[in-house]
């Protein structure tokens, strides 16, 4: 018998367990502050020395790196571990589902990765722990070793679009997907809501995971309010063992 692909699609509520705020939701940090938005929105980020100075302090003391993965992101990973397939799509860039154990090509990151920077001039790509290091050292905006470049974390700021190739993936997860986990989402940021939808368009059981109500309760077969860090392991819990 084949096994059931299951697809998860994970949004800030998965981490707020792990101490990471929601930045990037409707509600969330830089909504509700322009000026912070302002230091992760593209345009203001190339043109203003200034707001990339800012930027390297918020990501030095915002302690995303020291992050640790929390029950519900363990039982993902356990999931796979089990034997079912399972592909993750997240609106996160913590990094956390790959450090609990997903393998990272099973992982789909809609919104890039906080733990790595990239050159803006030549593509050169580095550790965000190494550029970190060099901001405490006293480089208040590290440039490129490379060519001097500006580096950017490799996060989609405000002003980017996503990457063609990610989103194409996961498109093609939510179409093949049986049964697609909604979790932590407040499924109202495209493309994320969008996915939502076309796994039940396509047929899959979708399973909405959130403590408020999402536009797409009403098509989903199961809404679960329980917190996530005890929802998740049941759920999960249950498919592994029926695999
Ligand atoms: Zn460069």
């Not at 393998?103 to 809609?110: F, G, Q, T």
């Not at 950017?152 to 993936?169: C, N, W």
């Not at 939502?196 to 109500?213: F, Q, T």
């Not at 917190?227 to 819990?237: C, N």
């Amino acid at each position: 018998m084949t096994k059931p692909l299951v697809a998860l699609l994970s949004g800030a509520g998965i981490s707020t367990d792990s101490g990471i705020p929601d930045y990037r939701g409707p509600n969330g940090v830089w909504r509700r502050d322009p000026e912070a938005e302002k230091l992760v929105t593209y345009s203001y980020y190339m043109g203003d020395p200034e707001i990339r100075r800012r930027a390297w302090r918020m990501r030095r003391e915002g302690r995303a790196l020291s992050a640790e993965p929390n029950d519900a992101h363990r039982a993902v990973a356990a999931l796979e571990r089990s034997g079912v397939p399972v592909r993750v799509i997240t609106q996160n860039v913590d990094g956390l589902h790959q450090l609990a154990g997903m393998p990272a090509r099973k992982v789909l990151e809609l919104h890039g990765s906080a733990r790595s920077v990239v050159c803006t001039g030549c593509g050169a790509r580095g550790s965000m722990a190494e550029a970190l290091a060099r901001v405490a050292a006293g480089e208040e905006d590290p440039p490129c070793r490379e060519c001097g470049g500006i580096l950017k974390s490799t996060t989609v700021m405000f002003g980017e679009r996503l990457d063609p190739g990610v989103l194409a993936e996961a498109v093609a997860v939510t179409k093949a997907c049986q049964v697609f986990f909604a979790v932590g989402s407040s499924l109202q940021v495209q493309p994320a809501a969008g996915l939502a939808g076309l796994a039940a368009d396509h047929g899959a059981r979708l399973v909405i995971v959130n403590a408020e109500p999402t536009p797409y309760d009403d098509r989903a077969d199961d809404v679960v309010r329980e917190p996530i860090g005890t929802a998740l392991p049941r759920l999960l819990g249950a498919l592994a063992e029926g695999s």
